[in-house]
């Protein structure tokens, strides 16, 4: 069995030697990068290291990005040689994704891409610049996060950040851009021409849980669907990992389906090729059309209630489809039956503003677990009509659907749940 991408890591750490490492981590898709220094032993390794416990003093130091520090009379500790490593690994990776956007889409030449390595709880903010020329763009860390909450959190960032790096801060929120990395896969959204919702905390949550399916699955042929992929990042990921065999993608937005395509080929998977077949279909997803069973489900659907009349004027546009009504959960729950494979999996994200409606339309042959725990992960939950709409606030905020902080953000609960048929 090859080793895992942690051994050869820590036998690197062991014997200060990482150019074995390097190799290993380029040709891994879907490696984890700078990620990988959020593994307790690894983390414990660099702490005591560099007698310093927090990942964004570790990555935003210069050591680790600024590879004209290093002359060949430059002595590094291991820790400080793993950092940078792993930083060059990332780096390139993300500028090399940079470029095949440039060359297919305009972006702004200058800007920042919000990161995820790998696992849940590392977030990087990086900034670039020079983009436009091939070869030229030069990728620099802002500030990093660890903790599941700060997830595309950006105001999170701001706390005791410096003026460059609210500059970057205001950009990667401002901009027409979003870009968004997750694991070797990055994902543009044009925030002024494409009417999409684009990734959040779940998607990348999602992505993840996949991302380990599939890592532990002995077949090498799965066939998934995806419901509602928005932007396209769960999509593009799977489409990406050798587990996967073939991809049904069902979207009712127009737009979405489209982005969905354009970041398939950003990421070098085109609708039809040899190793995986992705079909993205734009349309309501109707259960009875799709003719086929799959090994896994996947689905982030809307998951805010819509009897309130504030988010009915929502429903037309591309935002309202991707947050309001949970008609979604109702679709792909109640056909799993016919939907899932025998020994088949269905994944869906659920908050805490939805969960007892999704619990309960879990039929009677099913069975459930929750891979983050019941109560997943607190999450900020910025809707606007929340403001709008106090009543609907406060009775969210009494049946603890909701928190509210003493500075006033408001936060949800997101809890991923996982799906199979009894005993399988
Ligand atoms: C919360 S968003 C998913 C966001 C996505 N994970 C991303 O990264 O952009 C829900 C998505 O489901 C789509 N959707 C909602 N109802 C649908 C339906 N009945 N059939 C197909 N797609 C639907 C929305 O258009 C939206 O793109």
Known sequence: MSKSEFDIAKDSLDAGNFSLFIQEQERRIDSSTIGLITEPEIFEFISSGLGEGHP???????????????????EMSVSEHFLHAVWQVFSLRVARKLEIIQSKVRISDKGAIICFPGGFDLSVLVSYEGAGTPGSVFIRPIAAIQNPTGMLDLEGFLENSTPREKNAIKSAVTSVDKLVYHRGTI??????RENVFGPTVDTVVLSELLNIELRKRKKKSTSILEVGPGSGLITVSAALNPATSRIVSVEINEDAASCTLKNLQINGRRPTSSMVSVSVRAEKFKPQTLGEKFDIIVCNPPYVPEEDDGLEKLGATGYGKAISGLELYDDVINNLDHLLQSGGRALLMMSS?????????????????FPLGRTGYKVPFDLDMLWDRPSWKDQLLSNKSIEQDGAGTIYHRIVPIWIHRNGQ
């Open 353 to 369: 503003v939805s969960f007892d409606y999704a619990i309960n339309r879990i039929q009677e042959g099913f069975e459930f677990e």
């Open 56 to 74: 964004n003093n570790w990555i935003t130091r210069e050591s680790t990005w600024n590879s004209g520090l290093y002359g060949p009379d430059h």
């Open 187 to 192: 994902v543009h959204v044009d925030r002024q």
